[in-house]
């Protein structure tokens, strides 16, 4: 931070969620935008007012300049409110060298994973789940809501292990970016059991109740019992839903009556929706009207769908991922997210919603100028609406989180150039990706 009694300034600074790409000079406070002005042309130093010298644009640049400068010369540079990743599997990422996936399907994946699961350690867990979430935070996001394995069939003991090391992971990051948890509430077992356990859970600090009861032998039991559970203990729904290529599985249709029944309108998150792209338009559109009815939000797993789905086919290979253009022309919130990060789901992954995004573009031919502004809001401000994000966005009063970087435009952004990037949370810049990168190469 500034030196300047907790002050931070920039100038030169390109706000594109704004859409009139014009140039801001930005004022902060102990932590809060105080001034977000639009400038008329380039500033430099003498129209700033400013005397001390700048530090320059970010390529060059290293943390102690940025800590250490009166003000920061963007240089049209752009800046986003930090990212948020409302989909990631914190527990499973950097598994792929203790977990193999030789087929490369979603059963095996699931299979060899629940196989491997009782052998990590909690260290274990918590070190592959800080390096992912640290990754995560060196490309810009700074909200991240993580989805848990709980095979309380397992024993508790297991169980428990990844809640512990979650948790853990938390608290070490407290202060530099906000972690939600959302339990995969578990269909086998002893029943009483598991609900005991998420109980538990709950009590611990999770804080939205999950799962993937399209995968379950009586799936629209499991949504009923998820939605009384979390009724009884006042916490949102974000569910697993329909990751196949069947079109009959539509358990999102039971996840719509669920939540309309027990009042949960805008609480409730349906992620992956594979099914609803494999089914004809007039079944794909009443789907999506019952969603929409239900008020639901949703999220799109782009490289991980692509990746998994389509196994089966031959010919013409289905792409995976949902409905995206359908669903976001309905007006339904729906989000891009990193899911799993080189583990036995994904081989590849870095946690960089800017290549989410990207690839999201890809697989809804999504290019054009509004198709452009869709994607960054896809990875911004619709997921902090999701996840319930306060004070959220660059604005006046708002809480100065965000990510600068030296691309001159969101077509630079997203197109993977190689480019400067620093991010702002919680008070403080972060640093880079050495940390992850080095557990990453040492785990391999």
Known sequence: MSKSAGRMHFINTRLPLREDNQLYELKAEDGKWVCIRQQNGFLDAADAGLTLPMAPALAGTDLKKLEEAECIDLQGGIMLPGLVDCHMHLDKAFSLGQVSNISGTLQEAIQNYSQAVPDFSMEQLAGRMLAAARMALSYGTTTIRSHLDFPVHLGREVAFRTIEAALEVREKLSGRMN????????????????????????????????????????????????????????????????????????????????????????????????????????????????????????????????????????????????????????????????????????????????????????????GGKEDLMQLLRMITDIPAGIVGCESYGIQEGNACDFVVTDAADVTQLLSGTSMSRWVYSNGGWQSALYAARAYAMDNQ
Do not use: W
């Open 179 to 366: 972690i939600q948890y959302s339990l995969m509430v578990p269909f086998r077992g002893d029943q009483a059991a598991v609900d005991e356990a998420v109980e538990e859970a709950l009590c611990m600090g999770i804080d939205v109740l999950g799962g993937a009861p399209h995968l379950a032998a009586d799936p629209e039991g499991e949504i009923s019992r998820i939605f009384r559970l979390a009724e009884r203990y006042g916490v949102p729904v974000d569910l697993h839903a329909d990751e196949s290529d069947d079109p009959e599985k539509r358990t999102v249709l039971s996840i719509a009556e669920q939540t309309i029944r027990y009042g949960y309108q805008g609480l409730v998150t349906a992620d992956h929706l594979c099914s609803l792209s494999a089914m004809d338009e007039k079944d794909g559109q009443f789907v999506i009207t019952k969603m929409e009815e239900a008020r639901l939000n949703a999220v799109t797993l782009p490289a991980v769908n692509l990746y998994l789905q389509g196994r089966e086919d031959r010919g013409l290979v289905r792409r995976g991922t949902t409905r995206i253009r359908e669903l976001l022309a309905a007006g339904i919130p729906l989000a891009a997210a990193s899911d799993n990060i080189q583990d036995p789901f994904h081989p590849f992954g870095r946690a960089d919603l800017t290549q989410i995004a990207q690839i999201t573009s890809y697989a809804a031919h999504m």
